[in-house]
């Protein structure tokens, strides 16, 4: 396991790393090594903790009545998840939160977290802040599976994160663009003949 020390004023840089309550912070904070398939989060369970991945990748997926999943987001190292709909409701989460590489991931009761918030003005607003890219995220996520067809999807993808395509098994990619693998195949061909990008 590589060293926490370091990683920690990367991934929390928005919560005031030079405020008086930051170690506390820190002190809250557990870590553990697992592997891919793990689920830290089911659907049904009501979210209590807060996780960061220090190495590896995490997504959140639901899944459907007819037994399909879809993913919904995909979070690598320096990034936050939690289900905070189930977190701040107090009702049972409709997301599963699963490792799908060998990851570090560390995390932090969420009443822990308030508590240490609470005392500080500076990492409130550092969450605040935190929690509203996150709304900006999801909202340019609904809008995009609204307006845009899958191939657009796909070359949004490509634009903002061109490691993680091929980083991901492709099973994922399709899950997350609404498509089976097949279908994403044959977009990728399809780029790559117009463009040599797949």
Do not use: W
Not at 164 to 193: C, F, H, M, W
Request: one cysteine or more.
């Amino acid at each position: 396991m590589q060293n926490k020390q370091d990683d920690r004023g990367r991934i929390f840089r928005h919560f005031a790393p030079d405020d008086e309550n930051f170690e506390e912070l820190m002190k809250a904070i557990s870590y553990r090594d697992i592997a891919p398939g793990t689920i830290l989060l089911s659907e049904g369970e009501v979210a209590s903790k807060l996780f960061f991945v220090v190495r590896g990748c995490l997504r959140t997926y639901f899944i459907k009545e007819d037994g399909k999943d879809i993913t919904a987001q995909f979070f690598v190292e320096d990034q936050i998840v939690a289900s905070f709909e189930s977190a701040t409701t107090g009702t049972p989460s409709r997301a599963y939160i699963e490792a799908i590489e060998n990851s570090v991931v560390g995390s932090i009761p969420l009443q822990a977290l308030e508590g240490i918030l609470n005392k500080s003005s500076a990492m409130r607003e550092g969450f605040r802040r935190f929690l509203m890219e996150r709304l900006a995220y999801y909202m340019e996520r609904c809008s995009s599976y609204i307006l845009d067809n899958p191939e657009k999807r796909y070359l949004h993808l490509l634009e903002d994160s061109p490691k993680l395509v091929d980083r991901l098994p492709k099973q994922y990619i399709a899950s997350y663009l609404g498509i089976t693998p097949v279908s994403l195949s044959r977009i990728r061909n399809r780029l790559k003949e117009k463009t040599g990008r797949n």
